[in-house]
C-alpha cells in the first residue's frame, strides 16, 4: 500500500505526539496534530480544499472530551474515519467500551511504533472501499441466504427486501458470516478475518458486534444468527 495517508494524530501530551508523528512521518504517512477532542473534531472536517485524514489515532485521556466521546461525536455526525485508540488502560471494558463506540481498533500505551503502523496499515486496508480492497475470489458478489441479501460491491444489505443501515464492521461480520453459511465460526476466527487480530483480540467484541446484527436483522424475520454456546456463531435459516 503506497502510504500518502494521513493521519491524525490527537494527543495532548506533546512528547508522545512528536514521537508518534516523526516516526508515522518516518514510515511515509503524512500526518496532522490536534492536542484536544475539540482540535479533533475541527480537522476531521478541514475547510474545503484541504485534505481529510484517512484515519484517526485518538487518544483516551484529553483535556477537554475525552477520545471515546470524540469518537461517539464522529459516528453520530455518520463520519466513518477509521478510529484507532491509544489507551492506557488496558482494560476489557475499556477497550469494548472505544470499540462499541465505532472505533476500529486499539493500542495501549506504551506502545511499539512498529506494532502501531502494523495496526495503522491494518485498519486502513479494511477500511478501504471493496474496489481498491485486495480481490476476494468472491469480489463483488451479491451474498444470499434465505431472505438476507448482501451485496459486496455496493455495501448494501437487505432482508425480505428492506434495507438495513450497517457500520462498516458490522457489513464485514456479516459478509463473513454469509459466505461461511450453516459453519459454526468461533470467536477467533471471527476476530482474525473481520478485526484482523490475532489470539490477543477481545471475544467480548465479538459478542457485541452480533448483538448489534441481530438487532438489526431480527426485526424483520425469524432469527439467521445462531449461537453455539461456547464455540461460536453460524447463520441459517
Ligand atoms: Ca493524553
Not at 59 to 65: A, G, H, K, N, Q
Not at 194 to 202: I, K, L, M, P
Given at each position: 500500500m503506497s502510504d500518502d495517508r494521513r493521519v491524525l494524530v490527537v494527543e495532548d501530551e506533546a512528547n508522545i505526539r512528536d514521537l508518534i508523528e516523526t516516526a508515522l512521518r518516518f514510515h511515509g504517512f503524512q500526518t496532522v496534530a490536534a492536542r484536544t477532542g475539540a482540535e479533533a473534531l475541527r480537522a476531521v472536517r478541514p475547510p474545503a480544499g484541504d485534505r481529510r485524514p484517512d484515519l484517526i489515532l485518538l487518544?483516551?485521556?484529553?483535556?477537554?472530551?475525552d477520545g471515546f466521546e470524540v469518537c461517539r461525536r464522529l459516528r453520530a455526525a455518520g463520519d466513518d474515519t477509521p478510529v484507532i485508540f491509544l489507551t492506557a488502560r488496558d482494560t476489557p471494558s475499556d477497550t469494548v467500551t472505544g470499540l462499541t463506540l465505532g472505533g476500529d481498533d486499539y493500542v495501549t500505551k506504551p506502545f511499539s511504533i512498529d506494532a502501531l503502523v502494523a495496526r495503522i496499515r491494518a485498519v486502513l486496508r479494511r477500511a478501504a472501499p471493496a474496489a481498491t480492497?485486495?480481490?476476494?475470489?468472491?469480489?463483488?458478489q451479491v451474498l444470499r441466504v434465505a431472505d438476507l441479501e448482501l451485496d459486496e460491491a455496493h455495501w448494501t444489505v437487505r432482508r425480505a427486501g428492506v434495507e438495513v443501515e450497517l457500520s462498516p464492521t458490522e457489513f464485514r461480520l456479516l459478509a463473513y458470516l454469509m459466505r461461511n453459511p450453516g459453519r459454526v465460526l468461533t470467536r477467533a476466527q471471527l476476530l482474525e478475518n473481520?478485526?484482523?487480530?490475532?489470539?490477543?483480540?477481545?471475544p467480548q467484541v465479538v459478542e457485541t458486534y452480533i448483538s448489534y446484527l441481530r438487532r438489526k436483522l431480527d426485526p424483520l424475520g425469524p432469527p439467521l444468527i445462531h449461537t453455539r454456546r461456547g464455540v461460536g456463531y453460524a447463520l441459517r435459516p
Open positions: 487518544d483516551v485521556l484529553l483535556p477537554d472530551i480492497a485486495p480481490p476476494p475470489a468472491e469480489d463483488g473481520v478485526w484482523g487480530w490475532g489470539r490477543d483480540g477481545n
